[in-house]
């Protein structure tokens, strides 16, 4: 790929997502904040791929699924009105649907192309596949780990929000801010076992959940960033404090250091 045809496709970009916006204010903010999220993802991305160290060429194939890898959000939100993916359709694979529709990818070469196409299928799955090839794998691992950076960034922003201003909170609030959570959530962060979105009943269940999505982090680079941002320790002050959640705060936080320390 080019940079030419990453021009073409920012292009693309644009005019798909001006054409989603509707009359209906609750869908228009939901949709802004997947826009500007993808946007962010685009820039966590760039800072990932220069830590790392790639090639020009990695570098757009790398921002190419940043750029594209949630526009199975738009179609997600005006359908359903959820980003809830159990209680509607899987996004990832949404997202692969839309862009083979429209024929976006059509110009570029086949290998660059399913490279792509796998990244953004799998950017949402629990866990990736077994059967990756090398290169598809990484994209994979990379634009996990970017968009886990801005989901930080966007959760925190809400939860923030929310506090402030529940009234005026014009985002769609799929759990109860009840101050409660499932004591098997914390089990789950504590065994490093992933968390279904299913599983989910509250809000609590929801930061428990990004919590420990530490352990599906895959490059120094992303947990210095994580340390740096220090969205996940916001993320983390909205739980109650209780000795349970301290101990998992403790061993989350002391994993990241960790892999901070052992990555060099
Ligand atoms: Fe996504």
């Known amino acids: 790929m080019e940079q030419g045809q990453l021009n073409g496709l920012k292009v693309w970009f644009d005019d798909f997502v001006a054409g989603c916006y509707c009359d209906d204010e609750f869908v228009n903010a939901n949709l802004k904040l997947k826009e500007d999220h993808s946007r962010r993802v685009c820039d966590e ?26 526009v199975g959000r738009f179609a997600q939100f005006i359908r359903y009105r959820t980003y809830n993916d159990p ?4 996004h990832s694979k949404l997202s692969v649907e839309v862009l083979r529709e429209a024929g976006v990818l059509d110009g570029i070469d086949e290998r660059e192309r399913k490279l792509i196409e796998a990244a953004i299928r799998y950017h949402g799955e629990k866990a990736l596949p077994e059967d990756l090839d090398e290169q598809s794998l990484f ?4 634009i996990r780990d970017a968009d886990k950076l801005d989901v930080f960034y966007v ?6 929000q929310y506090r402030d201003d529940p009234e005026n909170c014009k985002l769609e609030l799929e759990f109860p801010d009840n ?21 989910l009943r509250t809000l609590d269940d929801m930061r428990l959940l990004q919590l420990g999505w530490v352990y599906d982090v895959n490059f120094t680079a992303t947990f210095k960033r994580i340390r740096q941002q220090k969205f996940l320790e916001e993320i983390a002050g909205f739980l109650p404090s209780d000795e349970k959640i301290e101990k998992i705060k403790e061993k989350v936080f002391g994993y990241i250091d960790s892999m901070i320390a052992r990555g060099g």
Not at 87 to 90: G, P
């Open 87 to 90: 209680k509607s359709v899987n």
């Open 179 to 199: 101050g409660k959570y499932c004591p098997e959530m914390v089990e789950s962060v504590f065994k490093h076992r992933l968390i279904d979105y299913g599983e």
């Open 45 to 70: 991305t760039a800072h990932l791929v220069d830590e790392l160290g790639l090639s020009d060429g990695q570098k757009i194939i790398a921002e190419t699924i940043a750029l594209l890898h949630d």
């Open 155 to 160: 959760a925190a922003k809400y939860y923030r």
């Open 139 to 142: 994209y994979c691992k990379l």
